[in-house]
């Protein structure tokens, strides 16, 4: 009976796709017989063929979903296949998978995922599963959350993404894209296994022709026995080959038995002078066919066969300048190096040395392309002189790359100053013009010059509007305060205006002792105190001295009444009332100054009344009156300029108070006197 055939364990890259032992065709015996099929082949490569995984990884995934769930052992796997790990803090070492679509971590018991760590919020940070992925949204939280090291409020998470917050640090796992990572790793595995399997073939096969090779060169082509030119010189007679074998074939005698014969002795045991003469004779015979065989000419041995190191080391050597040719030196450094591990000094052309050197050059120069798309002139610069020289074609690339260099330098540097300007910041743009090539500064210096020169006037404007600003405001605010001022003092201004004079003054005090904090309303009630009295003191004796028609002498004490009201600064009819009588008494006290002959205050009355009465015309036909007056007085003061220089003076000082504005009179009036008085 035929033993069962075993199969043999899985290992770790076992492709469950493909048969095991006796399912692929051989018999289940063993493997195929090498005599009949060759060296056994090496293990089938799985790398193009369908995957599913293997039992460990299977296992292990099956565990970690097992282990998953760790906060509460009732939780289903409805949610989404995502999931958090806590890789540092005092929570290191859970995992949370999500158990719906939204999980909110933080403190708080009433969180998705509790944390021990203190120095997270209550409620830090939500994750919300949608179609375009997981939403990582930060809940206002102290201290704030950083992605990948980077503080963030609101991002889209991948897989991998570490998460931030306090002392604890999570990791964002997408259990699809894990897979996705496993299956590329195994398949990794295989493909490198596979390259690791060829390489050992390859191995076993050069090791098999070296010791092939070797075992023939054991043969010496130099044997006699394997020399044509001897063989011909022994054939073998007619009489001794076979009939019966193949054409040109020699048949081999077959070995006779010795012939046994005893020889004669003498009596003595010695040799007859026959029997020495045959030795002789065929000593003689046996000298000189060794004789005849050294002096027979031979034909030259075969050449040794070719060693497969050297040919191999030559087909290298021949790829390398293949490869110099077409400009790939690191190929061709590789390719020296394998030749000189087969055949040590076959590059005797320095072939690799040459090599190295153009390869450096070449690093280097796309070092320097490098620094420059990166904007790192400076160094690309330095970088290009450090590189060494070469052939002439990468003396051509390197000039190329020079020129480019300023070209690009130039370029980067009239950007910088265009984007200096943008932002309109000269103590930038002055150091940027001041690296500009000589070429390029006077029109970049002209237009610094305008915009300092706007910068100027924009400021001027600007300290201009702010100082107006501040002035309206200051304005505004002392407007409010008057407001507020008059509003605290209304009291007292309805009393005033009421005639109650004595309770006004007592409102005062009710106002200082409301205010009591406010330095302006405690002034302006003290104020009040003392004008209040003073004003009614004088309109009391105005209105005396009218109800007995004494207008001339009512016009001081109503003067005065009505520059206390003004001083008080109370709104009614009152003030109305007061003009009103100041305007008749002013106008009687400049008629009686007039009759007088006192110009000066006859001129000031009339004024006065007419200010309080521009309708009146007995005040317009007073200032006329007067101004003839001051026509003759100048004329009188005109004559006795050169008599009595002083006493016209004087007149010419009453003409200047009388006369009206803009008067002839009145200007040469004050010519006069400042020649008598310069």
Same mark, same amino acid.
């Given at each position: 009976?035929?033993?069962?055939?075993?199969?043999?364990?899985?290992?770790?890259?076992?492709?469950?796709?493909?048969?095991?032992?006796?399912?692929?065709?051989?018999?289940?015996?063993?493997?195929? @017989?090498?005599?009949?099929?060759?060296?056994?082949?090496?293990?089938?490569?799985?790398?193009?063929?369908?995957?599913?995984?293997?039992?460990?990884?299977?296992?292990?995934?099956?565990?970690?979903?097992?282990?998953?769930?760790? #906060?509460?052992?009732?939780?289903?796997?409805?949610?989404?296949?995502?999931?958090?790990?806590?890789?540092?803090?005092?929570?290191?070492?859970?995992?949370?998978?999500?158990?719906?679509?939204? &999980?909110?971590?933080?403190?708080?018991?009433?969180?998705?995922?509790?944390?021990?760590?203190?120095?997270? +919020?209550? /409620?830090?940070?939500?994750?919300?599963?949608?179609?375009?992925?997981?939403?990582?949204?930060?809940?206002?939280? $102290?201290?704030?959350?950083?992605?990948?090291?980077?503080?963030?409020?609101?991002?889209?998470?991948?897989?991998?993404?570490? %998460?931030?917050?306090?002392?604890?640090?999570?990791?964002?796992?997408?259990?699809?894209?894990?897979?996705?990572?496993?299956?590329?790793?195994?398949?990794?595995?295989?493909?490198?296994?596979?390259?690791?399997?060829?390489?050992?073939?390859?191995?076993?096969?050069?090791?098999?022709?070296?010791?092939?090779?070797?075992?023939?060169?054991?043969?010496?082509? @130099? #044997?006699?026995?394997?020399?044509?030119?001897? @063989?011909?010189?022994?054939?073998?007679?007619?009489?001794?080959?076979?009939?019966?074998?193949?054409?040109?074939?020699?048949?081999?005698?077959?070995?006779?038995?010795?012939?046994?014969?005893?020889?004669?002795?003498?009596?003595?045991?010695?040799?007859?002078?026959?029997?020495?003469?045959?030795?002789?004779?065929?000593?003689?015979?046996?000298?000189?066919?060794?004789?005849?065989?050294?002096? %027979?000419?031979?034909?030259?041995?075969?050449?040794?066969?070719?060693?497969?190191?050297?040919?191999?080391?030559? $087909?290298?050597?021949?790829?390398?300048?293949? +490869?110099?040719?077409?400009?790939?030196?690191?190929?061709?450094?590789?390719?020296?190096?394998?030749?000189?591990?087969?055949?040590?000094?076959?590059?005797?052309?320095?072939?690799?040395?040459?090599?190295?050197?153009?390869?450096?050059?070449?690093? +280097?120069?796309?070092?320097?392309?490098?620094?420059?798309?990166?904007?790192?002139?400076?160094?690309?610069?330095?970088?290009?002189?450090?590189? !060494?020289?070469?052939?002439?074609?990468?003396?051509?690339?390197?000039?190329?790359?020079?020129? *480019?260099?300023?070209?690009?330098?130039?370029?980067?540097?009239?950007?910088?100053?265009?984007?200096?300007?943008?932002?309109?910041?000269?103590?930038?743009?002055?150091?940027?013009?001041?690296?500009? !090539?000589?070429?390029?500064? !006077?029109?970049? *210096?002209?237009?610094?010059?305008?915009?300092?020169?706007?910068?100027?006037?924009?400021?001027?404007?600007?300290?201009?509007?702010?100082?107006?600003?501040?002035?309206?405001?200051?304005?505004?605010?002392?407007?409010?305060?008057?407001?507020?001022?008059?509003?605290?003092? %209304?009291?007292?201004?309805?009393?005033? @205006?009421?005639?109650?004079?004595?309770?006004?003054?007592?409102?005062?005090? /009710?106002?200082?002792?409301?205010?009591?904090?406010?330095?302006?309303?405690?002034?302006?009630?003290?104020?009040?105190?003392?004008?209040?009295?003073?004003?009614?003191?004088?309109?009391?004796?105005?209105?005396?001295?009218?109800?007995?028609?004494?207008?001339?002498?009512?016009?001081?004490?109503?003067?005065?009444?009505?520059?206390?009201? =003004?001083?008080?600064?109370?709104?009614?009819?009152?003030?109305?009332? %007061? #003009?009103?009588?100041?305007?008749?008494?002013?106008?009687?006290?400049?008629?009686?100054?007039?009759?007088?002959?006192?110009?000066?205050?006859?001129?000031?009355?009339? =004024?006065?009344?007419?200010?309080?009465?521009?309708?009146?015309?007995?005040? =317009?036909?007073?200032?006329?009156?007067?101004?003839?007056?001051?026509?003759?007085?100048?004329?009188?003061?005109?004559?006795?300029?050169?008599?009595?220089?002083?006493?016209?003076?004087? &007149?010419?000082?009453? $003409?200047?108070?009388?006369?009206?504005?803009?008067?002839?009179?009145?200007?040469?009036?004050?010519?006069?006197?400042?020649?008598?008085?310069?």
């Amino acid at each position: 009976m035929k033993a069962p055939a075993r199969r043999r364990p899985a290992s770790e890259d076992e492709d469950f796709a493909a048969p095991a032992s006796g399912e692929d065709g051989y018999p289940d015996d063993g493997p195929p @017989n090498p005599d009949l099929y060759g060296e056994e082949e090496p293990g089938r490569s799985r790398t193009g063929e369908t995957r599913v995984a293997s039992v460990e990884a299977i296992e292990e995934e099956r565990r970690a979903r097992d282990d998953d769930e760790d #906060d509460n052992a009732d939780a289903t796997r409805a949610g989404p296949p995502v999931q958090m790990l806590v890789l540092d803090g005092p929570d290191k070492g859970r995992k949370k998978r999500f158990q719906s679509v939204r &999980m909110v971590v933080g403190r708080n018991k009433d969180c998705d995922f509790v944390l021990e760590d203190q120095s997270v +919020s209550r /409620r830090h940070l939500e994750l919300v599963y949608g179609q375009a992925g997981v939403v990582m949204r930060d809940l206002g939280s $102290v201290s704030g959350t950083q992605v990948n090291d980077q503080r963030v409020d609101e991002c889209l998470l991948k897989h991998g993404d570490e %998460i931030s917050m306090g002392k604890t640090r999570l990791r964002f796992v997408d259990e699809a894209e894990q897979i996705k990572e496993l299956r590329a790793q195994a398949e990794a595995r295989d493909a490198e296994e596979k390259r690791a399997r060829e390489a050992a073939a390859r191995e076993a096969e050069e090791k098999r022709k070296n010791q092939s090779a070797a075992r023939g060169s054991e043969v010496d082509p @130099n #044997d006699p026995r394997f020399n044509e030119a001897t @063989n011909a010189n022994y054939r073998l007679p007619d009489n001794l080959k076979e009939g019966s074998g193949s054409k040109g074939a020699v048949a081999v005698p077959r070995p006779r038995p010795p012939i046994r014969s005893t020889p004669t002795r003498s009596s003595g045991g010695a040799l007859t002078g026959k029997q020495k003469a045959l030795i002789g004779g065929g000593g003689a015979l046996v000298v000189l066919l060794v004789i005849g065989l050294m002096l %027979i000419p031979s034909a030259p041995p075969p050449p040794p066969p070719p060693d497969p190191k050297v040919e191999r080391a030559k $087909v290298l050597m021949q790829q390398a300048r293949e +490869s110099v040719r077409a400009d790939d030196y690191a190929n061709a450094v590789r390719l020296v190096e394998e030749a000189e591990k087969l055949v040590p000094g076959i590059d005797a052309d320095n072939l690799a040395r040459g090599a190295r050197t153009q390869l450096e050059v070449l690093t +280097s120069l796309e070092a320097v392309r490098t620094l420059i798309d990166e904007k790192r002139f400076d160094e690309a610069r330095e970088k290009l002189e450090e590189t !060494p020289q070469g052939t002439a074609k990468t003396d051509d690339l390197r000039r190329k790359l020079s020129t *480019e260099l300023e070209e690009q330098d130039i370029a980067w540097r009239l950007q910088q100053v265009e984007e200096a300007f943008a932002s309109r910041e000269p103590e930038t743009i002055r150091p940027l013009i001041a690296r500009l !090539p000589p070429l390029n500064r !006077p029109a970049y *210096e002209v237009k610094l010059t305008d915009l300092e020169a706007e910068l100027a006037k924009e400021a001027q404007d600007e300290s201009r509007r702010n100082r107006n600003a501040a002035a309206r405001a200051a304005e505004v605010a002392r407007e409010k305060r008057k407001e507020f001022i008059a509003e605290a003092f %209304i009291d007292v201004e309805r009393r005033f @205006n009421g005639g109650d004079y004595q309770r006004a003054v007592l409102e005062c005090d /009710r106002v200082i002792d409301k205010h009591r904090g406010d330095k302006d309303v405690k002034d302006r009630a003290l104020s009040l105190k003392r004008l209040i009295p003073q004003f009614r003191r004088a309109l009391e004796d105005g209105q005396k001295k009218l109800a007995a028609n004494s207008l001339e002498a009512a016009a001081r004490p109503l003067r005065r009444a009505a520059d206390l009201y =003004r001083q008080i600064g109370f709104r009614g009819s009152l003030g109305n009332t %007061i #003009d009103e009588h100041l305007a008749s008494s002013s106008l009687a006290a400049g008629q009686g100054a007039l009759k007088k002959g006192d110009l000066g205050a006859a001129g000031s009355h009339f =004024r006065e009344a007419l200010r309080l009465n521009p309708g009146d015309g007995r005040a =317009r036909e007073g200032l006329e009156s007067l101004q003839k007056k001051a026509e003759e007085l100048f004329l009188r003061a005109y004559i006795q300029r050169d008599r009595d220089p002083q006493a016209a003076a004087e &007149m010419f000082k009453v $003409v200047i108070e009388t006369a009206s504005e803009g008067s002839d009179v009145k200007r040469k009036a004050e010519m006069y006197l400042s020649e008598l008085q310069p």
